[in-house]
C-alpha cells in the first residue's frame, strides 16, 4: 500500500497536468505567452505520471522513493499556485483602462516589470522540476499501465471457514433477513443477492453465516474470493476446482464455459463471491451469463461488495445494505478479543473499554483490531487509548486494522475521486455536510474538469454518488418526523468517524487543526486548514500562511473574527466562516484574489465591504442570515463569474443594486425571507440561466417577471409566503424543467390547471392555501404530473369544489381524488385542513409507493377506505379528524405508524383499533380523560407488534392527575421507546 504522505502526490500531479493543458488550449490566457514553455513541462510531468505507479509502490519500503514524491507533489502544488498568480496578473492588466496617452505609455512601460516577473518565476519553476524529475532515473523506475486505479498486492484473500457462530455479535436479525429474501426470491435459475457496506464491517462474516446455514444442507457449496483485480477464467477454474475437488487450470473461455455447463446441470449450488469490486457492467454480464449455464439447475449467488454501484449493477434481488453494530455489540467484541473476562482489574477498566467500543462506530473490523490490541494493556494504557487518538496509531503499527482496509478502498478509487475525498478531512467529526455546498467547494478548488459532455455540477453528483457507493459518504438524518420532505438541495452528507480519519491520514502534513500552537509552525507543506480559534492571525498557526488553499473555522460562534485572520492566505480558494461571529467582513477580504468560495453568513454589520466586488474569481457567496445587512455594494454586478448566491434571512435588506441584473452566470439565487427587500423583479429579468430561485416570504414582491417564462433551465422555485402576488405569467407554463414549486400560502394566487398541467417534470408540488380557477380541471391538471413524489394540498381542496350545493361539492371532490389516485409513484400526501374533504375513494389504494397520508383536521371525513391495507409502510396523520379508522375491516392487520386522540377510541372505533397492530403508536388528548376507565379499556398490552409508543398532554387543564392516567396504562412488553410529552406530574405511579 502506498506510505503514507505520499498517497496524494498521483492525483496532484494529473491536476496541474490538466491545469497547464488548459494554459496551453487557450482557456486561461496570461499575459505573456508561456506556451513553449508549459509544452516542455508538460512533456516532463506526462512522462513522470508514467511511472507513478511504480513509484508508489515503492515508498512503501524506500524512504528515498517517499521524500522524492513529497517534492514532486510540493513542485505542482507550487506550479498551480504559480498559474493562479499569472492568470490574476493578466486579469488586472486587462482590468486597467488609461484615460488618455500619457498614461497608456506609462502604463505601458510599467507593465514591463511584472513580465519580468513572470517570466523569472517560470524559469525558476522549470529548473526546480528539472531537478527532482530528473531524480526518478536513479530509482529505476518502470513505467505502468495507464490507468486511474492502483492494482495493489492483496494479502486479505478470504474463505469460508468460519468461528463458532455463537461467538458472532450483533449479526443474528441480519442473517435472518437475509434468509428470508432468499426464500421469497428464489425463485429462478439463479439467485444473485448481493450485500453492501463499509470495509470491516462485517460482510464477509455474514456471508459465511448464510453459507454454512442448514437452509442449504442440499446444495454444493463454493467460495471464491473475487478482489478487486477482476479475471473471468479465474473466478470460473475456481467454481470448478472445488465442484470437482481438484485443480482446474483452463486457460480458454470455451473450455471453462463447458466444463461449467456440465458441472452446473441439474444441481442446487450455493457461490459466494466475496469483495467484487469490479464496476464494469459488460464484464458483470459475462459474469452473470457463466453462471447461470447450467440445465435444470438452482444457483444462489451471495455477493460481498464495499460499492453500492457494483450491488445495485450484479443482482436479482433488492441488495441488502449492512448496518453498523451497536455500540454494546462492538463492546462485546472488544471483550471477546482482549479476554477481557478473564483480567483481574476488568471492573476498573469496563467503563474505558465501554467508551473505546463506542470510537468503533459500528464497525466490527475495528472493534476486532482494538480488543486485541487492548488483550496486552494495563489498565493505565486503556485510559491513554481512550484519551488518544488511537484510530492513525493502529493503522501504521497494525496493518490489519480497520484504516488498512478502508485504505485499500482509497487506493483504488480514480485519481479525481481521491483528490475529493481527502479533501473531507477538513470537515470537523460529526459534521452535516451540504451536498451542494461540498461540490462547490471541490469546482472552487480545480478538483472538478467540466467536459464537453457533463457540467461541474454533474460530475460533483457523480463524485458524490461514487462516493456514497463506496461507503465513505453517508446520508445524514436531521429530521426524525416523517412529514418533514427535504428537496434535493438539502441533501445532508457525513463521514463515518474512521473514513475522516482516513482523509486526514491522507493529506498527513497538508492537513493542521486545532487552536494556534507554535507546533504546527514548520508544516510548509500546509494547503488545509481546521481552527477553532478565529481571533489570531494564520502566522500563529504556521510560517507558511500563503499555502493555505482551504480554511474553515468550527466552534467560533462566541468569538469575534480577527481582522487578519486570513489575510496572508494569498492562495486562498476556499474560506469558511460559518462557525464565526463576523461583527464586520474585514476589508482584507479584497486580498484574497483566488478565493472562489465564501460562506460568511450572520455577518452583525449594515453593510459589506466594497472591496469584495475586486473578488473577480469568486463563484460561490453566502452571507445568509446577516439580518442587520441593508444594501449590497452598487458594483456587485461586476463579479460576473458568481454562480451561487445565497442571501436567505437578510430581513434589513431594501433594496438590490441596479447592476445586480449583470449577475448572468448565476445559477443558485437565495433570497428567501428577505421580507423589506425591493426591486426582485427588475432585477431578475436578465438571470435567465437560473436553476434554483428561492423568494420564499419575500413579502414585497407583487408581480413576477414577465419574463419567467423564459427561464428555460429552471429547476427549484420557490414562493412559500409571496402573500401579495396575485397571479403568474402565462409563460410560467414554459418552465419545461421544473421539478420543485412550492405556492403554500399564496393567498391571492388562483392557480391555473392547464398552466400546472404543463409542467410534468415536477417531482414536488405544494399549493397549500392557494385559490384556484377553473377548479373541476385540476384533477385532470394533477393527474398529468406523472412524476410527482411528493403534493401538499393543506386547505386546498375547499377552493376547487363548487359551493352551490353539497352534492356538486361531492362530485368534485370524488373526481379530483379520483385523478390524484392515478400517481403511481407517490410517496407523501398532506390532504389536511380541508373541510371539505369527505370521504376518500377506494381507488386511493392504488398508491402504492405512498409513505405518508396526512388528513388531520378534516371534520368532515367519515372514513378511510378498505383499500389502504394494500399501502406498504403507509405512516397514516389524523390528528383533530372525527374518523379514526372507521369503515376498515379487520383484514387491515399492520401499519407502520399511527396517530389518534385517545377520546375517539370508543365503540366500532375501538374494537378496530384492538384489531390493528402498529410499530408506533402516538395517542394524544390525555389531558381530556376523565376517568381511568377510559384508558383501561384500550388494552395496548395486546398491541405485541408495538415498539415505540408516545403519551402527549396538549393542554394545561386536566380532569384527572397524569400520573394516575399513566398508571392505567399497560404497554406491552415489546416496547422500546417510550415519550411523554407535557406530562407534568411530579413522580410516576408504579402499581
Known amino acids: 500500500m502506498v506510505a503514507v504522505g505520499v498517497m496524494l502526490a498521483s492525483p496532484v500531479l494529473n491536476m496541474v497536468v490538466k491545469e497547464i493543458g488548459a494554459v496551453i488550449g487557450g482557456q486561461i490566457k496570461l499575459q505573456k505567452d508561456f506556451t513553449k514553455d508549459l509544452k516542455k513541462m508538460k512533456m516532463m510531468l506526462e512522462s513522470v505520471a508514467a511511472v507513478m505507479e511504480d513509484a508508489e509502490r515503492q515508498s512503501i519500503e524506500e524512504r528515498e522513493v517517499q521524500l522524492w514524491l513529497k517534492r514532486l507533489k510540493d513542485a505542482m502544488y507550487g506550479i498551480s499556485d504559480m498559474l493562479d498568480e499569472f492568470e490574476e496578473d493578466t486579469q488586472s492588466a486587462e482590468r486597467k483602462v488609461p484615460v488618455c496617452t500619457y498614461l497608456v505609455i506609462v502604463t505601458g512601460c510599467l507593465s514591463i516589470c511584472p513580465k519580468i516577473k513572470l517570466a523569472n518565476r517560470m524559469k525558476e519553476m522549470r529548473e526546480e522540476l528539472k531537478v527532482i524529475t530528473d531524480q526518478h532515473t536513479s530509482f529505476m523506475l518502470r513505467p505502468g499501465t495507464i490507468t486511474n486505479e492502483l492494482k495493489i498486492t492483496n494479502t486479505r484473500a478470504t474463505s469460508s471457514v468460519m468461528k463458532d457462530e455463537e461467538l458472532i455479535v450483533g449479526r443474528t436479525n441480519d442473517k435472518r433477513d437475509i434468509m428470508a429474501s432468499l426464500s421469497e426470491g428464489n425463485t429462478g435459475r439463479i439467485t444473485i443477492f448481493p450485500i453492501y457496506g463499509i470495509g470491516g464491517i462485517g460482510k464477509t462474516t455474514l456471508a459465511k453465516m448464510v453459507f454454512n ?14 478482489s478487486q483485480t477482476f479475471d473471468l477464467n479465474k473466478i470460473g477454474n475456481s467454481i470448478i476446482s472445488q465442484l470437482l475437488k481438484e485443480e482446474s487450470q483452463l486457460t480458454e473461455r470455451q473450455m471453462i464455459h463447458n466444463s461449467l455447463v456440465e458441472l452446473l446441470a441439474g444441481k442446487n449450488i450455493l457461490i459466494v463471491l466475496d469483495d467484487l469490486w469490479e464496476d464494469n457492467g459488460s464484464h458483470l454480464d459475462d459474469l452473470k451469463d457463466m453462471l447461470k449455464v447450467g440445465e435444470h439447475s438452482r444457483i444462489v449467488v451471495i455477493v460481498t461488495t464495499r460499492n453500492e454501484g457494483v450491488a445495485n449493477k450484479f443482482q436479482t434481488i433488492k441488495p441488502y445494505k449492512l448496518a453498523p453494530l451497536s455500540n454494546d455489540s462492538c463492546w462485546i467484541v472488544i471483550k471477546q478479543k482482549s479476554s477481557f473476562d478473564s483480567r483481574d482489574d476488568k471492573h476498573e477498566v469496563e467503563q474505558i473499554g465501554k467508551d473505546i467500543s463506542v470510537m468503533c462506530r459500528g464497525v466490527a473490523l475495528a472493534a476486532q483490531s482494538l480488543g486485541y490490541m487492548l488483550k496486552e494493556l494495563m489498565s493505565d494504557q486503556w485510559e491513554s487509548v481512550r484519551k488518544s487518538n488511537i484510530w492513525n496509531v493502529s493503522a501504521l503499527e497494525y496493518t490489519d486494522s480497520v484504516l488498512s482496509s478502508l485504505r485499500l478502498t482509497y487506493s483504488y478509487m480514480p485519481s479525481h475521486l481521491k483528490l475529493c ?51 465513505f459518504l453517508e446520508h445524514s438524518r436531521l429530521h426524525n418526523s416523517a412529514t418533514v420532505v427535504h428537496h434535493e438541495d438539502f441533501t445532508h452528507l457525513t463521514m463515518h468517524d474512521l473514513v475522516l480519519d482516513l482523509a486526514r491520514l491522507v493529506l498527513v502534513d497538508e492537513f493542521i487543526m486545532g487552536v494556534s500552537e507554535r507546533s504546527n509552525s514548520g508544516r510548509r507543506r500546509c494547503r488545509y486548514a481546521l481552527f477553532n480559534d478565529c481571533s489570531n492571525k494564520l502566522e500563529s498557526y504556521t510560517d507558511y500562511p500563503a499555502k493555505i488553499r482551504a480554511l474553515r473555522f468550527v466552534d467560533c460562534g462566541r468569538i469575534e473574527l480577527h481582522e487578519d485572520a486570513f489575510s496572508s492566505a494569498k492562495y486562498l480558494c476556499v474560506l469558511d466562516l460559518s462557525e464565526c461571529l463576523i461583527q464586520r ?5 479584497g486580498q484574497l484574489k483566488q478565493l472562489r468560495y465564501l460562506n460568511a453568513p450572520r455577518v452583525q454589520h449594515h453593510i459589506i465591504p466594497n472591496c469584495i466586488v475586486k473578488l473577480f474569481k469568486l463563484i460561490y457567496l453566502s452571507l445568509c442570515g446577516s439580518s442587520a445587512l441593508m444594501a449590497l455594494p452598487d458594483s456587485i454586478g461586476h463579479m460576473e463569474g458568481l454562480i451561487y448566491l445565497d442571501m436567505s434571512g437578510c430581513s434589513g435588506l431594501e433594496k438590490l443594486p441596479e447592476l445586480f441584473s449583470k449577475l448572468k452566470q448565476l445559477v443558485h439565487l437565495d433570497l428567501s425571507n428577505c421580507s423589506n427587500v425591493t426591486g426582485v423583479s427588475e432585477s431578475l429579468q436578465t ?44 409563460s410560467f407554463g414554459n418552465l419545461k424543467n421544473l421539478m420543485h414549486l412550492d405556492l403554500s400560502h399564496c393567498f391571492q394566487v388562483k392557480v391555473i390547471p392547464e398552466v400546472l398541467g404543463s409542467l410534468t417534470e415536477l417531482q414536488y408540488l405544494n399549493l397549500s392555501q392557494c385559490g384556484c380557477i377553473g377548479g373541476n380541471k385540476m384533477g385532470e391538471a394533477l393527474g398529468n404530473l406523472t412524476k410527482l413524489q411528493c403534493l401538499y394540498l393543506s386547505g386546498f381542496m375547499d377552493t376547487i369544489c363548487d359551493e352551490s350545493t353539497s352534492f356538486t361539492s361531492l362530485v368534485s371532490t370524488k373526481t379530483f381524488l379520483e385523478s390524484i389516485s392515478t400517481l403511481s409513484i407517490l410517496k407523501h400526501l398532506d390532504l389536511s385542513c380541508n373541510e371539505g374533504l369527505f370521504y376518500l375513494p377506494e381507488c386511493i389504494g392504488n398508491l402504492r409507493k405512498l409513505c405518508t397520508l396526512d388528513h388531520s383536521d378534516c371534520p368532515s371525513l367519515s372514513s378511510v377506505p378498505e383499500s389502504i391495507i394494500q399501502m406498504d409502510s403507509l405512516k397514516i396523520y389524523a390528528k383533530n379528524c372525527n374518523c379514526f379508522v372507521q369503515g376498515l375491516n379487520k383484514s ?36 381530556n380523560v376523565k376517568s381511568v376507565e377510559e384508558v383501561q379499556h384500550i388494552k395496548l398490552v395486546g398491541k405485541q407488534g408495538l415498539k415505540e409508543l408516545n403519551f402527549e398532554w396538549q393542554y394545561p387543564y386536566r380532569v384527572l392527575e397524569d400520573n394516575e392516567v399513566l398508571g392505567s396504562l399497560m404497554p406491552p412488553r415489546t416496547i422500546e421507546t417510550l415519550k411523554l410529552n407535557g406530562y407534568n406530574a411530579q413522580f410516576f405511579q408504579t402499581s
Open 213 to 226: 446455514d442448514v437452509q442449504f444442507k442440499d446444495y454444493s457449496h463454493v467460495w471464491v474470493y473475487v
Open 421 to 471: 475525498f481527502a479533501y473531507c478531512a477538513i470537515f470537523p467529526k460529526g459534521h452535516k455536510m451540504v451536498k451542494d455546498d461540498l461540490i462547490h467547494q471541490w469546482n472552487s478548488l480545480g478538483f472538478i474538469e467540466e467536459t464537453d459532455i457533463f457540467s461541474t455540477e454533474q460530475l460533483g453528483e457523480k463524485y458524490i454518488s461514487q462516493l456514497l457507493g463506496l461507503s
Open 585 to 589: 467582513l474585514p476589508d482584507s477580504i
Open 687 to 730: 438571470l435567465t440561466n437560473l436553476e434554483y430561485l428561492n423568494l420564499s416570504y419575500c413579502w414585497n414582491i407583487s408581480v413576477l417577471p414577465g419574463s419567467l417564462g423564459s427561464f428555460k433551465k429552471l429547476k427549484y422555485l420557490n414562493l412559500s409566503g409571496c402573500e401579495e402576488i396575485k397571479e403568474f405569467p402565462r
Open 892 to 927: 387491515l392487520t399492520m401499519l407502520p405508524e399511527l396517530e389518534v386522540r385517545i377520546d375517539e377510541l370508543k365503540g366500532s372505533n375501538l374494537a378496530l383499533f384492538q384489531a390493528v397492530n402498529v410499530t408506533k403508536l402516538t395517542l394524544y388528548g390525555f389531558e
